[in-house]
């Protein structure tokens, strides 16, 4: 039997999460055929870090360059639909960092591209790949804690007031829901048994326009309630309850938990659940993401980025607050 061949990876974007993707593609001992950066000297110090071959002077010739199989984008939110439009058109499988885009529009057009082409298209959601909810998932199935009733979550940064950052600036598509939201919304539709269909929303705005801090409440047809805040200017503990029938499952840095408490109601009895690193959490993503183009295309979990990006897109319509690339009313 012929050896699979090895998937040839390109990097769009040098920043934080590429760097950590690099570090996670080499541990793994895969080799990185290319990146690209609007800034090339950039581009060339990171090609140097990663003993990478190809560096784009123009970085749009990624989209274009036939021995790419897989692109990662690392690039700013606001940005993604552009260059998932010009790599999806050239054969593309691409890993998007999240927001996966700006509104359920964009991704619409996106999944239904990528569904035209045969690719696979997937959020890098740590939530969706790490061990530790691969786990949990699994535990809820077997239906040991009975029905999930209620999850609540809390998700806080500190930030410093610069309007002019990716955090507050309303031109790169900043604000708390995008940032940090899209986890929090994640982790809920993952243990929910269907999309909320009823949302409550409390926001309040930073001196830019941008989401600054938010509370929500949200109910599906189910009966199954999220409360969830948010803040981008004052610190929250990570912090997600699973609450079922039978008793609760704590999970303390969720975005890339390692480790839960599992409660049970009845007998007081704590089973500590540790799987997993959080250093390896791109590395996760990736292997998912190489095994969804072999065929398990179930790993990437779409339909839950698809519904998340609809809830965000359906909160901000009824805040009315909208990007400078948007169409106010026509992101549904």
């Not at 704590?250 to 500590?272: D, F, K």
């Amino acid at each position: 039997m012929a050896e699979k061949k090895a998937l040839r990876w390109a990097i769009l974007g040098t920043g934080v999460v590429a760097n950590e993707m690099a570090q996670a593609l080499t541990n793994a001992g895969k080799e990185i055929y290319a990146v690209g950066n609007r800034t090339y000297d950039k581009a060339v110090d990171f090609a140097q870090k990663y003993h990478i071959k190809k560096v784009y002077q123009d970085f749009h010739e990624m989209f274009t360059d036939e021995t790419v199989d897989v692109i990662y984008l690392t690039t700013p939110h606001n940005t993604h639909i552009d260059f998932m439009r010009e790599a999806i058109k050239h054969g593309k499988h691409l890993l998007c960092e999240k927001s996966i885009t700006l509104n359920s529009r964009e991704l619409n057009e996106a999944v239904e591209a990528a569904k035209e082409k045969n690719l696979v298209l997937g959020e890098a959601m740590t939530i969706y790949h790490m061990p530790i909810y691969k786990k949990l998932r699994k535990y809820m199935a077997s239906g040991k804690l009975g029905k999930v009733n209620l999850i609540q979550l809390n998700f806080g940064s500190y930030k410093a007031y610069d309007m002019n950052n990716r955090f507050f600036n309303m031109s790169l598509a900043g604000g708390a829901l995008l940032d940090i939201g899209v986890y929090a919304f994640s982790l809920a539709r993952s243990f929910l048994d269907s999309k909320p269909n009823e949302i409550l929303s409390k926001v309040q705005y930073a001196a830019s326009g941008a989401d600054e801090k938010s509370g929500f409440v949200m109910t599906n047809k189910e009966g199954q309630m999220v409360v969830a805040s948010l803040s981008l200017h004052s610190k929250q503990p990570k912090r997600a309850v699973i609450s079922c029938e039978h008793g609760y499952i704590e999970i303390m840095e969720y975005p890339r938990a390692e480790e839960a408490v599992i409660i049970n109601a009845e007998t007081g009895e704590r089973t500590v659940l540790r799987v997993g690193e959080q250093k390896k959490a791109l590395q996760y993503e990736m292997e998912d993401m190489e095994a969804a183009i072999a065929g398990d295309i179930a790993l990437m979990r779409l339909a839950d980025t698809i519904d998340v990006m609809a809830m965000m897109s359906e909160i901000r319509t009824e805040w009315n607050m909208y990007y400078p690339s948007e169409t106010p009313g026509e992101i549904l």
